[in-house]
C-alpha cells in the first residue's frame, strides 16, 4: 500500500478585487484565496487535495501553518490513514503546543480544515468514490466514530447520535434515487455583490429567475437608502413568491441589527445573515427574538462545534450556515450536523468563495440521504465564481447541485491554474499589478 | 518627532519542557515562547517592545503574521501614533482580508496583542511614564476613547463608559498612594505544575506561604486519585485559612467537570479554573450553577472582548482571567474591564508564560486605581520564571506586586537573551538537542 511522502501548502489567489465580485459591507476587497494543500504518496496516481478559503492577505499564514499541522501525516501508510480517519483527526488535533494558539480556531483551525480535507479526499479516492458516497455508505456506528464529539457530551452523547442516524439508515438509497433525479436546491449570491450597480442588480436577478432560482440573496448594510432601493429592485424582478435572503455581514452591534433589519422588513426577507459578531451567541439569540418572523442566519465565520453547540442551545439561529473550509472538515462538521438535527435546525451550508461550492455539495448531499432525511427549509449557497480552475467543478441545473460522481471531495484545482495564481511567484502577479501585495 | 522605521519580529522559545515547569493537564510539553515585536524608530534611543505569548510551535507563524499587522506602522510618525492610539488600533484591525482568518482570534488576534503591545509600550516611553501611569493620567473621556467597544453597546455605551470611570477619578491618587506602600497583591502558581513531585510540591506550598503569599494553585484534571492526593498535602501545608485554587486548563465536558469537582469539594477551592472549552459560555454557566460556592474563573484562553461580555451576561464566571497577550492590547483589555466594573465580576488577570507577570501588573494597579477601586477577591496570578530575560523585571514583595517606575510597559527582553534563545539560530538551540522543533 502507499505510503504518504509529503504534504505540501501552496499559496493561490485570485485577483476578485478587480471586479468586486464578492464585496460586501464588510470585505469591501477580497481577493479569493486558497491555502492549497496536496497530499502526496509514493504512488503517483494516488494524491489528497484539500484547501481552506481566505479573501487574499495572510493567506501565506495560513500555508505556513498548514505544512506544520500536516508534518505528522509524513511517512504513515495510506492504508493505515483511511481505516482510522478519527486517528488522524484527533492525532493532528492533539499537537498542545498549536492548540495554544487557538484552540480550534483562527488560524491554526483554519490550516486543520485544509489539511483533513485533503485527507478526506485522498480516503474517497482510495475508495473510489465520490465523498458523499463515502460518507452514506458507512454505518451509523462509523460515523459516529469519526466525528468530533468532543465539548459537546452535555447536549450529545455517543448513543444519541448513533441512534439519529440509525433512524434514516434503512431509507438512505431512497434518498440517493432521489436525489440523482432532482438534484440538491441551491441559491444564487452572484446576483448581489454591494459593489454592482443598480442595472447590473437588475439583470444578475433576471438572470436567476430565469436559471430556475427560487432564492436570492442580497449583501445589505453599508447604506440603508441604498438597501432599500436594491431590495425594491429585487423584490420587483423575482416576485412575491420567492424567497428573498439578505446579509450584513457582521457590520452591526445588536441594537443597530435590531433597528436596521426592522427597516427592512416591508421585503420579507427569509433571512437576516450575519447580523452581528460571529462570536455573539447571546446577541444572535436578542435579534432572533427581536425580528421574528424574519429568521437569523450565521455560520461562515461559526469557529468551532462548540460555538455552534451553543447557538442550538441558546436557539439563536434559524438556519445554520457551516463553512466546510473553517470547521476542521468532515470529523467536526459532522457534530454539527448531528447536534443541528437534534435542535431541529437546517443546515443550510456557506458557499462561494475558491472552491466552497465543490466540497459543500457533497455535504448537503449526505446530510438529506443519513442525517436529517427532509429538504424543507434547506438550500445550499451556490456562487458562479472561479469554479474553472478546478479539476472536477459542481454543476448546478435548474437551481440544483447535481450529484457529484468522480471519486473523492472535488477538491483539486487545475494544476495550470495553481501555476499561474501562486502568489506572488505564479504568471498572472509576477506579470499583474496585483492588488493584493502585503 | 521621530518616524517609525521598522516593525520587526523574533521567534524566541525557552526550552521549559526540559524541566516540566509549565506542565498542566492539556499542556504537557511547552516551551514559553514569545512572538517579539520591536518598533523601531529613526531615533535610536527609542523602540516599542511587545509580544504575544505561545508554548513553542507555531511560534513562528504567530512572527509571520505579526510583521504583516505592523507593515502599516511603518512610516507614521511617532507624534501621530501616540497621538491617537484608539485610530492606530482600529486602523490596524481595519484590514478586512487579515480579518476573514478570525475574526478577533487565533493567531491574527495574538499578533495584532502583539504589535500593539508594542505600541503602548512605545506610547508609554514617549510619555516617560510606566504603563500603568500613563493610563491613570488619561481622563474618562480619553480612556474611553482608546477602548474598543464595538459589538458591546448592548451591554456597555460609550456614556455608561464614561460615567463608571469618572466616579473613581476624583480619589485615583489615594488609591496610588497606597498601592505605593502595599503593592497589588498576588498568588503563585509556581508550586503546582502537573508534573512536579509530592515532594516538591510540599517544599513548593511551604516556601509559597513562607514568603507571604495567602493564595495557592494547583493543576488538576489529569487523574482523579492524584489529584486529591495533592490537594490534601497542599491543604496540609498552607492551613485552612489560605487559599487553594485548581486548574484543569479545559481538559473536562461539562458533565464531567461538574462531577470532578465535586469530588474535590472537601478541600473548599476558592476556584475551579478552565473547567472546560473556554468558548463554551453556556457550559461555564451550568459549571457554575453546579459547583458552588466553588468559584469559576476562566480567560486566559478567552479570545475577544465579545466572548468575555457573553460570559457576563450569561452569569457564567465569578473570576475573569484576562490575558494581556491574547486580547488585542489595552484598547481591548480596557472595554473588558468596564464591563467586568459593569456585572460586578472580579477581574484576576492569567500571567507566568514569558513576561505575562511584566505585563499585568500594570493592568492590575490601573483597574484599582481608576477602575474598580476595590481590592476585594481580586489576587493577579504571578509564577517566578524566566524574568531573568527582562530588562525591567516585576518585582513581587510579601505576596505581592510592586509599583514599576521605569518608562513602558516592562516588556523589553535583554539583547542577549533574545540572541540566544531565537528559535533555530541562536546559540542555544543551534547548540542544544531543542525540543521544539516542528
Chains 1, 2 share one sequence.
Not at 453599508?222 to 429585487?234: E, G, M, T, W
Not at 453547540?309 to 466546510?324: E, R, V
Amino acid at each position: 500500500m502507499a505510503r504518504i511522502v509529503s504534504v505540501q501548502a501552496t499559496d493561490v489567489r485570485f485577483p476578485t478585487s478587480l471586479t468586486q465580485d464578492g464585496s460586501d459591507a464588510m470585505n469591501k476587497d477580497g481577493d479569493y484565496s486558497a491555502a492549497y494543500v496536496v497530499i502526496r504518496t509514493d504512488d503517483p496516481a494516488l494524491s489528497g487535495y484539500g484547501f481552506t478559503f481566505t479573501i487574499g492577505r495572510g493567506n501565506d499564514v495560513c500555508v505556513l501553518a498548514a505544512e506544520q499541522r500536516g508534518l505528522p501525516l509524513v511517512g504513515m501508510s495510506v492504508e493505515e490513514v483511511v481505516a482510522d480517519l478519527g486517528g488522524v483527526y484527533r492525532h493532528l488535533k492533539s499537537d498542545s503546543q498549536l492548540r495554544w494558539l487557538g484552540p480550534e480556531k483562527g488560524v491554526e483551525h483554519l490550516a486543520m480544515a485544509a489539511v483533513m480535507n485533503a485527507v478526506w479526499d485522498l480516503a474517497a479516492r482510495v475508495a473510489g468514490k465520490p465523498l458523499w458516497r463515502l460518507l452514506v455508505d458507512m454505518t451509523p456506528e462509523e460515523l459516529v466514530d469519526v466525528a468530533d464529539l468532543s465539548y459537546l457530551s452535555d447536549v450529545l452523547t455517543r448513543d444519541e447520535a448513533v441512534a439519529l442516524l440509525a433512524e434514516l439508515a434503512p431509507t438512505r438509497e431512497a434518498r440517493v434515487a432521489e436525489l440523482a433525479e432532482t438534484g440538491y436546491p441551491c441559491y444564487t449570491t452572484s446576483a448581489g455583490w454591494l459593489g454592482y450597480s443598480d442595472d447590473k442588480l437588475r439583470r444578475l436577478c433576471q438572470e436567476a429567475v430565469d436559471a430556475g432560482y427560487r432564492h436570492v440573496k442580497l449583501k445589505v448594510g453599508a447604506n440603508l437608502d441604498d438597501d432599500i432601493r436594491r431590495l425594491r429592485i429585487a423584490r420587483e424582478v423575482i416576485g412575491d413568491d420567492a424567497q428573498l435572503m439578505i446579509d450584513a455581514n457582521q457590520v452591526w452591534d445588536v441594537p443597530q441589527a435590531i433597528e436596521w433589519v426592522g427597516a427592512l422588513a416591508e421585503f420579507r426577507p427569509l433571512w437576516i445573515e450575519e447580523p452581528t459578531s460571529p462570536d455573539d451567541v447571546l446577541g444572535h439569540a436578542a435579534v432572533r427574538r427581536a425580528v421574528a418572523p424574519i429568521g437569523v442566519a450565521t455560520g461562515e465565520h461559526g469557529m468551532n462545534r462548540v460555538l455552534f453547540k451553543q447557538m442550538f442551545q441558546a436557539g439563536a439561529i434559524d438556519y445554520c450556515q457551516l463553512d466546510a473550509a473553517r470547521l476542521a472538515s468532515v470529523n467536526e462538521i459532522l457534530a454539527v450536523y448531528l447536534m443541528a438535527r437534534k435542535f431541529g435546525v437546517p443546515v443550510c451550508p456557506h458557499a462561494g468563495g475558491v472552491g466552497l461550492c465543490e466540497l459543500v455539495q457533497h455535504l448537503s448531499i449526505f446530510d438529506y440521504v443519513a442525517v436529517s432525511g427532509t429538504l424543507e427549509d434547506r438550500v445550499t449557497e451556490y456562487v458562479d465564481h472561479l469554479h474553472e480552475h478546478f479539476v472536477d467543478p459542481c454543476v448546478v441545473e435548474n437551481g440544483a447541485y447535481t450529484l457529484p460522481s468522480r471519486p473523492g471531495y472535488s477538491a483539486e484545482m487545475r494544476a495550470d491554474s495553481v501555476a499561474a495564481h501562486t502568489y506572488p511567484t505564479g504568471a498572472y502577479w509576477a506579470g499583474a499589478a496585483g492588488s493584493s501585495g502585503a
